[in-house]
Nanobody, 124 residues
Framework: QVQLVESGGGLVQAGGSLRLSCAASGRTFSRYAMGWFRQAPGKERELVAAISWSGSSTYYAESVKGRFTISRDNAKITMYLQMNSLKLEDTANYYC?????????????????WGQGTQVTVSS
């Protein structure tokens, strides 16, 4: 069992930055691939970024490539999402998710555990 708690969301102006954190419980964190999803009102949940258990492989949605960076610190059992050059369309509730596999998936159904989410609001 893995419990995930997101933090770091908030209100930021367009062009600004935020760093999200996902703190996990459980000693097997390093065996899980992880992902950041987001969901805006009226839209489906979408994968933003994902990272393999070792951190050696990452995935980014086209809409965030070059602006967002996913990373993890297995010693601290924490995952991060550095978000730069934020746009209005990045406004959403952001969720971290864990998959009981070494490699990440790209669909919501690929993940076994979810956090409660943290709201990111980008203003003009």
């Amino acid at each position: 069992q893995v419990q995930l708690v997101e933090s770091g969301g908030g209100l930021v102006q367009a062009g600004g930055s935020l760093r999200l954190s996902c703190a996990a419980s459980g000693r097997t964190f390093s065996r899980y691939a992880m992902g950041w999803f987001r969901q805006a009102p009226g839209k489906e949940r979408e994968l933003v970024a994902a990272i393999s258990w070792s951190g050696s492989s990452t995935y980014y949605a086209e809409s965030v490539k070059g602006r967002f960076t996913i990373s993890r610190d297995n010693a601290k059992i924490t995952m991060y999402l550095q978000m730069n050059s934020l746009k209005l369309e990045d406004t959403a509730n952001y969720y971290c998710a864990a998959r009981a596999r070494n490699y990440y998936g790209t669909r919501s159904g690929d993940y076994d555990y979810w956090g409660q989410g943290t709201q990111v609001t980008v203003s003009s």
